[in-house]
């Protein structure tokens, strides 16, 4: 017997098996409709507001490190939300390039991320590599 991680999977078997035109269509048609509802959760309001607040917050947090290297946790501080938030944002914000990351230490907690606004000299390595 065979095992399906989820329904599409299921689905698309059945097309695959092509057991009759009627089965097939019905198949077709669920697929188009778990398309469709993830289409609609891409582009919920929530989703929207949740993306112009975290807008808003990686902003706040590239303006905070205008003072110098930072940990997660002394962002979430400043800006009164959780260090888990500032975190993820902050991850976000080192893949675009907008911000550096290093290790420091920090007394009674070991090495910690700290953020940084990038310096020339990074910019300038990364030319020369």
Do not use: C, W
Not at 33 to 60: E, F, I, P, W
């Amino acid at each position: 017997m065979a095992t399906f991680k989820n329904a599409r999977e299921f689905y698309n078997a059945v097309i695959a098996a092509n057991i009759s035109a009627d089965l097939t269509e019905y198949a077709q048609k669920l697929i188009d409709g778990l398309d469709h509802k993830n289409a609609q959760r891409k582009v919920s309001k929530s989703a929207l507001a949740h993306q112009a607040a975290n807008a808003d917050l990686k902003g706040a947090i590239v303006q905070a490190l205008a003072d110098g290297q930072k940990t997660a946790a002394d962002l979430a501080t400043a800006l009164g939300v959780s260090t888990q938030k500032v975190s993820a944002l902050a991850r976000q914000l080192v893949e675009d390039g907008a911000i550096t990351v290093d290790d420091v230490k920090v007394k009674g907690k070991g090495k910690v991320k700290g953020y940084a606004l990038p310096t020339d000299d990074e910019d300038s390595e990364d030319n020369a590599d």
